[in-house]
């Protein structure tokens, strides 16, 4: 039977399912794609494809199996490979293709715009501004770029845990600006010497980040409800570095959702878009703001909520619009054969 919908990821190092234990040691991307598939289950057979599977099964109400190019779907959402896409065109001339993007192209993929657009292969972004970055660095002509934000769970809510005041929460891998992210402790440490800071690495990607400051403790890698206690608990996610752009940031959503706030760098990536109640984006650059911020909050910490937007009930419907509008259009014709 032709699935209506399959979702093709051939980056991720090993087979995954729907559930969090399979998901352990992943990063943000694969839990994406998890809960997104789930969502639209409930209406179409769905499925998910992995090139590091090797045996098929099912989760739930989603197929997960090894992927086959040859196999036909009616809509295909191929993760981060823009080369897949075109082999799926060529393949598939029928069949209606989605890019879905969770990173920011090097400059040597400027080509895939043009190669896109030509085989009728539409992008979806993780954010509004991933997609403004992405209609700027590729030149015309283009395909055609939108965006639906990733999912945070609905049952996530603040439930009235107190907030411990010296404890502040890192749980990103090391290579999203750890090293600043010490520097950043251990400057507001010397003005407050009981500060803490907690760091939780999910493990997919091992990354050089200097020494541990005094005052670090380091969580190793967590099942998501331990290292959703941490964030119920923590004073704020602390973030302040400002070389890693995050196309999302699914770490912050979640603390906010959570009712943690996040100190994150102000106009980078999509943090003003993501940590939306005010007061939590600054110049991360500036110790002083962020020994302010610090203290503020320690006297009076803020009442932070999640975007409702975010919510999986609500992206779960952007996705069933998506791929009804796509359907709606007539795909290109087929390139020519691999």
Not at 1 to 29: H, K, N, W
Request: aromatic share 6%.
């Amino acid at each position: 039977m032709t699935a209506e919908i399959a979702f093709v990821d051939t980056l991720a190092p090993r087979a995954y399912g729907l559930q969090p234990e399979s998901l352990a040691g992943l990063g943000g991307t694969e839990m994406t794609l998890a809960r997104v598939a789930g969502c639209l289950a409930s209406g179409a057979t769905v499925e998910i494809r992995q090139t590091a599977r090797r045996t098929a099964a099912r989760d739930g109400s989603v197929n997960l199996v090894p992927f086959d190019r040859t196999a036909p779907a009616r809509v295909f959402v191929v993760v981060n490979s823009w080369k897949v896409a075109i082999l799926l065109r060529r393949q598939h001339a029928g069949a209606r293709i989605l890019l879905w993007l969770h990173v920011f192209p090097g400059r040597h993929n400027r080509g895939m715009g043009a190669a896109l657009a030509a085989a009728g292969v539409e992008v979806v972004c993780v954010s509004a501004s991933h997609a403004r970055w992405m209609r700027a660095f590729l030149p015309h002509p283009q395909p055609r770029i939108g965006h639906i934000p990733n999912p945070v769970d609905d049952e996530l809510m603040p439930d009235g845990t107190a907030r411990d005041p010296d404890l502040l929460l890192f749980a990103s891998a090391p290579h999203k600006g750890l090293d600043q992210v010490y520097a950043a402790f251990a400057a507001a440490r010397r003005a407050i010497p009981t500060l803490r800071l907690a760091v939780a690495d999910p493990g997919y990607l091992r990354w050089p980040a200097g020494a541990a400051p005094e005052g670090v403790e380091p969580l190793g890698r967590l099942a998501q409800a331990e290292l959703h206690g941490w964030m119920r608990r923590a004073l704020c996610l602390f973030y302040p570095q400002t070389r890693f752009a995050e196309t999302f940031g699914l770490v912050i959503a979640e603390a906010n959702a959570l009712g943690c706030p996040a100190l994150v760098h102000r106009g980078l990536g999509a943090n003003d878009e993501v940590a939306s109640t005010p007061g939590q984006c600054l110049d991360a650059t500036r110790p002083d703001l962020i020994l302010g911020r610090l203290q503020e909050w320690r006297a009076c910490p803020p009442a932070i909520t999640g975007r409702d937007e975010h919510r999986a009930t609500n992206i779960g419907r952007l996705w069933r619009d998506r791929i009804a509008a796509i359907r709606s259009r007539s795909p290109v014709a087929c390139l020519e054969p691999v």
